[in-house]
Nanobody
Framework: QVQLVESGGGLVQAGGSLRLSCAAS????????MGWFRQAPGKEREFVAA????????FYADSVKGRFTISRDNTKNTGYLQMNSLKPEDTAVYYC????????????????WGQGTQVTVSS
């Protein structure tokens, strides 16, 4: 079964850190660009970060630049999102996804999604 499974979410105080993982099964993650998105209640799903196949090129939303780091370990078929200096506005369900389209910012450019992991940042 082809799937992505996120883990690592939780409740953290403002200024804290979390590391999200995205484990792939049934597919070779190294063949794809992957991304992280988040969705807060009542809001649209928004782009957070993306990483090239080899991990050498990364992209970030302005709101997380300098605080979040996307990475991947192709030997483990797993992607990661290290989140530091968390803010209450980072509270959302975080999703990892496999990119299939030509761009990387829109959710429409991704064709496989995990179930999401909740991140809650308290003030």
């Amino acid at each position: 079964q082809v799937q992505l499974v996120e883990s690592g979410g939780g409740l953290v105080q403002a200024g804290g850190s979390l590391r999200l993982s995205c484990a792939a099964s049934g597919l070779t993650l190294s063949r794809y660009m992957m991304g992280w998105f988040r969705q807060a209640p009542g809001k649209e799903r928004e782009f957070v970060a993306a990483i090239w196949w080899t991990g050498g090129t990364t992209f970030y939303a302005d709101s997380v630049k300098g605080r979040f780091t996307i990475s991947r370990d192709n030997t483990k078929n797993t992607g990661y999102l290290q989140m530091n200096s968390l803010k209450p506005e980072d509270t959302a369900v975080y999703y990892c996804a496999r990119k299939s389209g030509t761009n990387y910012v829109s959710p429409r450019d991704y064709d496989l999604w995990g179930q999401g992991t909740q991140v809650t940042v308290s003030s």
